[in-house]
């Protein structure tokens, strides 16, 4: 059998094993689990492979081995739909579609979720499983930036654990939701909710929530242009984080360094910090992460005018970020490739891409980057000579900063208008 982290399947196949071995142990499930967690890779004929170049996966053998996951999960659930103890077969499927959310299999955690839901229909004993199973899909549509069906959820959540007084769940609904504002660019409602998030959560001491909400604080704060405060927040959870050795939320916080220094302008730092969210995002196998960590770093290439690594980076970012469906992060990687075309001259490909990031910001109503993109798009018209559409879109550059509370940016963008 493959070693761990050999690959990024092979992996989800591993740590897959252990949560469901580890609850069928407990319902005592002998000889079923045996014959499930024969690993499919000892039998396999399948030449389970990375490409070496751009693309992250060899998707011929990947897309093989995915059916064979998903049909051990569904033999898995159907047997486990047999045993009386539902409670407990309700927390393995909420763990599964947690495991398959952190992994990226956005499609696969969302049908363990509804399943949830509708195994819980008028069964108030099971209230707390249906309040995680909305928060879960919750997650599920925020990763894809789908802003409204993700709130939706998010309420309905949120109602149940106001009702059953569930305090560290009420604390996550609001870590939640105070990041659906960051993302649109309202700080003031973010702040909001993310102190409501720590002062609800203080009392539990949960560790690992108070990170997460400290980090949102930390990139509220990094938007702001509040530096040491931000540093002072990812600091604080990244020394919780590395106490309880979570690696995908340590790279995470890895990442938001490197944002951090990019903002300050403080670029080898900044790639530093990158290259430590890199390392560590393929040792946990974290996908979203890895998408991020890389356009940034294309990005901080690009604006050292250094277009062969920032296309490489780009090319990664962009076969991860399809993988998992991270709309935010592909609207992204059009304005970076808009900038590495400017640098290459291809001013006509390079307004098409930044044009369509604008375009894709502006549908999920992304205040901030459709700030960023515009920014982009005047030095492109600057550049060119286009003084009237420079001027134009710095306008409109200064004015979406100003809506997402980014007035740092929008002071530079004024100086440039002088």
Not at 22 to 51: C, V, W
Not at 128 to 148: H, M, P, T
Not at 256 to 284: P, V
Request: glycine share 4%; with cysteine; proline share 1%.
């Amino acid at each position: 059998m493959k070693k761990i982290n050999t690959a990024y399947v092979d992996d989800f196949f591993e740590d897959y094993y252990r949560l469901l071995k580890s609850y069928m142990k407990t319902e005592g499930l002998g000889e079923f689990s045996k014959m499930l967690l024969l690993h499919p890779a000892r039998n396999s004929q399948i030449d389970f492979h990375q490409n070496k170049n751009t693309q992250p996966f060899s998707f011929d053998g990947t897309r093989s081995k995915e059916v064979m996951l998903r049909t051990q999960i569904d033999h898995a659930i159907t047997f486990t739909d047999k045993v009386p103890n539902t409670k407990k077969h309700l927390k393995l499927l909420l763990a599964l579609g947690k495991l398959s959310t952190q992994r990226g299999e956005l499609s696969l955690s969302s049908d363990i979720y509804s399943r949830i839901l509708f195994k819980t229909i008028g069964k108030k004993e099971y209230a707390a499983e249906k309040a995680y199973a909305y928060l879960g899909i919750s997650r599920v549509f925020s990763y894809q930036a789908k802003w409204k069906e993700s709130h939706a959820y998010a309420q309905q959540a949120k109602a149940i654990f106001e009702d059953i007084q569930n305090f560290k769940g009420r604390a996550e609904i609001e870590n939640l939701i105070g990041t659906f504002y960051a993302e649109k660019g309202d700080l003031a409602k973010a702040k909001e909710c993310l102190s409501s998030a720590l002062k609800i959560i203080q009392k539990k001491k949960d560790t690992q929530l108070i990170a997460m909400i400290e980090t949102n604080l930390g990139i509220c704060n990094n938007i702001a242009g509040n530096y040491k405060s931000a540093e002072k927040y990812f600091k604080l959870a990244l020394t919780k984080f590395t106490k309880l050795k979570d690696g995908k939320r340590i790279a995470e916080n890895y990442h938001n360094m490197g944002m951090l220094f990019t903002k300050m302008k403080k670029y080898s730092e900044a790639l530093r910090y990158f290259k430590m969210s890199i390392a560590k995002s393929k040792k946990a196998n974290y996908l979203q992460t890895l998408a991020i960590s890389y356009l940034a770093s294309a990005f901080i290439y690009a604006r050292q005018k250094n277009t062969k690594q920032a296309s490489e980076y780009i090319g990664l970012s962009q076969s991860y970020s399809y993988y998992i469906n991270d709309r935010l992060t592909v609207a992204d990687i059009y304005k970076v490739k808009g900038i590495i075309e400017k640098l290459n001259k291809n001013f006509f490909v390079a307004e098409s891409y930044l044009l369509t990031s604008l375009r894709i910001n502006n549908e999920l109503n992304n205040k901030l980057n459709y700030a960023e993109t515009a920014l982009e798009l005047a030095l492109l018209h600057r550049e060119l000579g286009n003084e009237n559409d420079s001027n134009s879109y710095l306008f409109i550059a200064k004015k979406y900063f100003a809506k997402a509370g980014a007035e740092e940016d929008a002071k530079e963008v004024s100086t440039m208008m002088n």
